[in-house]
């Protein structure tokens, strides 16, 4: 399921692996379409950092068959 961007709500560009090019580098939850758009979103993203970086690892551990 592709994301939009979290800072202006267009299409995130993808890899041939389907993975989000620009991403926050804290939680790796957070896709972005740009550069740009990443570092003006920045202070928005920071509270919500740490919750999505545990949902996310939570969300990667049960895909691979953890409980």
Request: charged share 25%; net charge negative.
């Amino acid at each position: 399921r592709e994301e939009p961007c979290r800072a202006c709500g267009g299409p995130v560009l993808s890899t041939a692996d389907g993975a989000a090019t620009c991403r926050c580098e804290g939680c790796l939850v957070a896709v972005y379409c740009s550069q740009e758009c990443r570092e003006s979103n920045s202070s928005k993203h920071e509270p919500d950092c740490p919750a999505m970086a545990v949902s996310g690892l939570r969300a990667k551990f049960e895909s691979l068959g953890g409980e």
